[in-house]
């Protein structure tokens, strides 16, 4: 069973940056990709960035691309979505997730991180 934690989150204004970072452990498999969803206040939670887990291959969702970068940490079973330029429709709850294998940028994916709460204001 894999345990993520997510941290990183805060309140910041337009412009700003904030580094989110997710922290994996039990995780006892090798490749797979590791993710970021995002869910704001009454809409479907939705697919951001995501990475491979060995060739480190990435994928964004258009809203981010150029903006977000995602990255990770094999050593530290870490990954880091850096987020720059941040709008306030960036606004959500933002989630980690891993898996061993599957779609990188499906909405299955098996473990989930408790989320954390990312606000831009105006």
């Known amino acids: 069973q894999v345990h993520l934690v997510e941290s990183g989150g805060g309140l910041v204004q337009a412009g700003d940056s904030l580094r989110l970072s997710c922290e994996a452990s039990?995780?006892?498999?090798?490749?797979?990709?590791m993710g970021w969803f995002r869910q704001a206040p009454g809409k479907e939670r939705e697919f951001v960035a995501a990475?491979?887990?060995?060739?480190?291959?990435?994928y964004y969702a258009d809203a981010v691309k150029g903006r977000f970068t995602i990255s990770r940490d094999k050593a530290k079973n870490t990954n880091y979505l850096q987020m720059n330029s941040l709008k306030p429709e960036d606004t959500a709850v933002y989630y980690c997730?891993?898996?061993?294998?599957?779609?990188?940028?499906?909405?299955?994916?098996?473990?989930w991180g408790q989320g954390t709460q990312v606000t831009v204001s105006s």
């Open positions: 990475i491979t887990w060995i060739a480190g291959n990435t």
């Open positions: 997730a891993d898996r061993p294998r599957g779609l990188v940028t499906g909405a299955d994916y098996a473990f």
């Open positions: 039990g995780r006892t498999f090798s490749g797979g990709s």
